[in-house]
């Protein structure tokens, strides 16, 4: 195809933000305008001291809440912004729609919010989240890894993508309620080498956080199996029973 044509196309069907459905305008870049990306709400305080889970108001039981994992073994959570949001739409492209494009912009939101949340020089590895090796050869990527390897190479923490393995192609979590989550995600991970976890203190990453099932089996995992010093949790978005806790 000619550029010519390429235009003609372009001016007759032109491409829309996929948030808004405004026509995007060529310094928009990929799929989001510009407006709608500058608009995204991110998470900020009250949000519970363990978990994160933002509040209108500071929960009652500090430093954890009622949103908080049973069990949760790591240290600290925190993410981004809410899943019902423009982040959430750019996720959607990236892991759903094959648009790896997006993990770039998604990766600049964490590091702009990794020092708010944590301390960077407090971490030995960046560790994403795995997918089962059947879906990971579906899909082509893993979207997870696609982000932290941005956020690795801005801060400088190693990414270490090969210490963790799915060895279960479970249901996916987002179908499930939270006792099934639970019971979906137990057993299905595995350390591959130990030695490398030992002691360190480690950054988990993940896209989504919703019950926390997934990131607190992992946790327990990285731990008990790999002797890690410590967890932390890093999500890129946030599942709220009620968005307006955070409006």
């Given at each position: 195809m000619n550029a010519l044509l390429r235009s003609l196309i372009t001016f007759l069907y032109p491409a829309q933000c996929r948030h808004c459905e405004e026509n995007l305008d060529p310094a928009d870049g990929h799929y989001i305008c510009k407006a709608c990306w500058q608009a995204a709400k991110l998470i900020e305080?009250?949000?519970?001291?363990?978990?994160?889970?933002?509040?209108?108001?500071?929960?009652?039981?500090?430093?954890s809440c009622r949103q908080c994992p049973d069990n949760a073994l790591f240290r600290k959570a925190r993410s981004v912004a809410v899943y019902d949001s423009v982040v959430g739409t750019a996720l959607r492209l990236l892991k759903y729609s094959n648009k790896t494009v997006m993990a770039?912009?998604?990766?600049?939101?964490?590091?702009?919010?990794?020092?708010?949340?944590?301390?960077?020089?407090?971490?030995?590895?960046?560790?994403p989240v795995p997918l089962h090796k059947k879906r990971r050869r579906e899909r082509g990527y893993n979207q997870v890894e696609l982000i932290g390897e941005e956020l690795s190479r801005t801060t400088g923490i190693p990414m270490e993508a090969k210490c963790l393995v799915k060895t279960?192609?479970?249901?996916?979590?987002?179908?499930?309620?939270?006792?099934?989550?639970?019971?979906n995600v137990k057993g299905c991970f595995d350390i591959t080498d130990p030695s490398r976890t030992e002691r360190k203190r480690i950054l988990l990453i993940d896209d989504v956080f919703t019950t926390g099932a997934t990131v607190t089996e992992l946790t327990k995992v990285l731990l008990r199996k790999g002797k890690a010093k410590y967890v932390d949790v890093f999500t890129l978005l946030r599942v709220v029973i009620n968005e307006r806790v955070i409006t």
């Amino acid at each position: 195809m000619n550029a010519l044509l390429r235009s003609l196309i372009t001016f007759l069907y032109p491409a829309q933000c996929r948030h808004c459905e405004e026509n995007l305008d060529p310094a928009d870049g990929h799929y989001i305008c510009k407006a709608c990306w500058q608009a995204a709400k991110l998470i900020e305080k009250p949000y519970c001291e363990t978990c994160g889970y933002p509040w209108e108001t500071v929960p009652e039981k500090i430093p954890s809440c009622r949103q908080c994992p049973d069990n949760a073994l790591f240290r600290k959570a925190r993410s981004v912004a809410v899943y019902d949001s423009v982040v959430g739409t750019a996720l959607r492209l990236l892991k759903y729609s094959n648009k790896t494009v997006m993990a770039k912009p998604l990766a600049e939101l964490m590091i702009d919010a990794l020092p708010v949340f944590f301390g960077m020089e407090d971490y030995d590895y960046i560790i994403p989240v795995p997918l089962h090796k059947k879906r990971r050869r579906e899909r082509g990527y893993n979207q997870v890894e696609l982000i932290g390897e941005e956020l690795s190479r801005t801060t400088g923490i190693p990414m270490e993508a090969k210490c963790l393995v799915k060895t279960k192609d479970t249901e996916r979590q987002e179908v499930l309620s939270g006792k099934e989550r639970l019971d979906n995600v137990k057993g299905c991970f595995d350390i591959t080498d130990p030695s490398r976890t030992e002691r360190k203190r480690i950054l988990l990453i993940d896209d989504v956080f919703t019950t926390g099932a997934t990131v607190t089996e992992l946790t327990k995992v990285l731990l008990r199996k790999g002797k890690a010093k410590y967890v932390d949790v890093f999500t890129l978005l946030r599942v709220v029973i009620n968005e307006r806790v955070i409006t």
